[in-house]
């Protein structure tokens, strides 16, 4: 149950694109289409942003989008905004005899 | 409208136990397995592990294993969370999650402080 891989910041100006990657392993991200995104500000929980690796929750903005390739996971952010900047976390469902769900380290998201 | 509500900051010593609630209130709590995630000041989310609240099923993750319990009374709607043998490390907020399916937590909690100190 290691951590998913995430790198620790990414940057882009206001109505730039940016991309988040998220890397596991052929036992969870490779191996499941369950992979999810989640928000953070600070002082504030979560909030999912994209599920099932691209499916947006009612709310979600379709400027985020998600794709996966193999055993990486991305999060793509379109037409950035100042309240895109945020934590992102991945996670991972691994559905087995004793089922878990893995997050990646965090993505600290700035909007220049 | 759908939200889960924990209770308040708890100051543990090292080797004591604690308990955090979290209380669901607009939708069907037995439908949908509660989670706990927790995360530590400035660190990452890390899962703890799910409670099904229509027949009591677990599941932990392995760092938890031995030290958390996972229960819930349906008569109030509430879930809650025990970590046993706490030290420093597991000072952390600690939140609960609604599950709408197993990956997709969609419902959080407010989260509780947890303080670990001597």
């Known amino acids: 149950q290691s951590a998913l891989t995430q790198p620790p910041s990414a940057s882009g100006s206001p109505g730039q694109s940016v991309t988040i990657s998220c890397t596991g392993t052929?036992?969870?991200?490779?191996?499941?289409?369950?992979v999810s995104w989640y928000q953070q500000h600070p002082g504030k929980a979560p909030k999912v942003m994209l599920y099932e690796v691209n499916k947006r929750p009612s709310g979600v903005p379709d400027r985020f989008s998600g794709s996966k390739s193999g055993n990486t996971a991305s999060l793509t952010v379109s037409g950035l905004q100042a309240e895109d900047e945020a934590e992102y976390y991945c996670?991972?469902?691994?559905?087995?005899?004793?089922?878990?769900?893995?997050f990646g380290g965090g993505t600290k998201l700035t909007v220049l | 409208q759908v939200q889960l509500v924990q209770s308040g900051a708890e100051v543990k010593k090292p080797g004591a136990s604690v308990k955090v609630s979290c209380t669901a209130s607009?939708?069907?709590?037995?439908?949908?397995?509660i989670n706990w995630v927790r995360q530590a000041t400035g660190q990452g989310l890390e899962w703890m592990g799910w409670m099904n609240p229509n027949n009591g099923n677990t599941d932990y993750a392995q760092t938890f294993q031995g030290r958390v319990t996972m229960t819930r009374d349906i008569s109030i709607n509430a879930a809650y969370m025990e970590l046993s043998s706490l030290r420093s490390e597991d000072t952390a907020v600690y939140y609960c999650?609604?599950?709408?399916?197993?990956?997709?937590?969609?419902?959080w909690g407010q989260g509780t402080v947890v303080t670990v100190a001597s």
């Open positions: 607009g939708y069907m709590f037995s439908t949908y397995d």
């Open positions: 999650a609604r599950a709408r399916s197993p990956d997709v937590f969609d419902i």
């Open positions: 052929s036992s969870d991200v490779g191996d499941y289409n369950y």
């Open positions: 996670s991972s469902y691994v559905g087995s005899n004793n089922p878990y769900v893995v």
